[in-house]
């Protein structure tokens, strides 16, 4: 068991935010979200649209049409949407590329020197199906750092987005969750929100041993009141829950019961394979979720946050 109190809190320092859009409704919500942490936070956004060439399957002079065609409708959006009121008083770039977003995520990235990508993502129904091999797969498996995910039931949100006054950290109190913790004090502190600890343990079905449902439960309380940092209770009211079943439908279902603004799950380094089912829960969470999903992976080996 690691010492009580481990957890520092950082003040999160956002300096360049990118936004990814592909025109389409499910990317609606992106620029606004994108802005307002902007603001929030003195930030440049960003906005980045990518032409899939092998999504498209033309041959010969048809392919480069199609292609031309794709470049001038990208310039045209990407112009349609520095012009709108949402950027206004934001200091903001655009960027078309027409390569594979794995090809220039992270030359982007590195280029920008991003803090935070916000992206907006698939369908209510087969998401996780939908999201293998997908754009946010792809970002998945490029950056290290954290990811606001916009989910389908903010895709045809009509509000404005709005203040984490109520944020819930989920952890399985794996490798990222110290660093996705972090995170969750910081935007807690700097928005004197209310903040909610999580921890789900497995149903235990097979077991009528109430003894060793009331000791896991009590440990894993143990463990969540071990990462608030010392005095974070003068400014943020802190509530530690562990829930028994299915760990994303019981995210989902504290976080609807508390009115969660924001979500922040800790996230593991997908290994280098093609087929991988390890997000399970942040895209079963993101499907369902109330409101924006903040994912923060674990850091790479002598890879620092981006929290000051």
Excluded at 47 to 57: L, V
Excluded at 296 to 304: D, F, G, K, L
Aim: glycine share 8%; with cysteine; charged share 20%.
């Amino acid at each position: 068991m690691k010492p009580a109190n481990s957890i520092s809190i950082h003040r999160v320092t956002v300096k360049n935010i990118l936004a990814m859009t592909d025109f389409s409704p499910t990317s609606a919500p992106v620029l606004p979200y994108a802005a307002n942490w902007a603001r929030r936070f003195g930030a440049t956004v960003h906005i980045a649209h990518f032409i899939r060439p092998t999504s498209y399957a033309m041959a010969g002079d048809a392919y480069g049409l199609l292609i031309e065609n794709l470049w001038k409708m990208g310039r045209e959006n990407l112009a349609a949407l520095e012009a709108s009121d949402v950027l206004r008083g934001v200091p903001h770039t655009t960027f078309l590329d027409s390569g594979e977003i794995l090809d220039g995520l992270a030359a982007l990235m590195k280029d920008r020197n991003v803090d935070l990508i916000v992206m907006g993502t698939g369908s209510r129904r087969g998401l996780g199906k939908a999201l293998i091999g997908s754009t946010a797969e792809a970002v998945f498996r490029t950056v290290t750092c954290p990811v606001l995910m916009l989910g389908p039931n903010l895709s045809a949100a009509a509000e404005e987005p709005r203040e984490p006054r109520r944020i819930l950290f989920a952890t399985d109190f794996g490798p990222a969750a110290d660093r996705a913790a972090a995170y969750a004090f910081a935007l807690a502190e700097e928005g004197q929100a209310n903040l909610h600890l999580l921890h789900v343990l497995p149903s235990r079905e097979d077991t009528h041993d109430g003894f060793v449902r009331k000791a896991e439960a009590e440990l894993a309380e143990s463990l969540l009141d071990d990462m608030v940092p010392e005095g974070a209770d003068r400014w943020c009211e802190i509530q530690a829950v562990v829930k028994h079943g299915e760990p994303a439908r019981e995210i989902v279902n504290v976080a609807r019961t508390m009115g969660a603004d924001l979500i922040v799950l800790g996230t593991r380094r997908p290994p280098r394979i093609a087929l991988y089912t390890g997000w399970a829960v942040a895209y079963q969470v993101l499907g369902m979720a109330p409101c924006p999903v903040l994912t923060v992976r674990e850091a790479e080996v002598q890879t620092q946050t981006h929290a000051a």
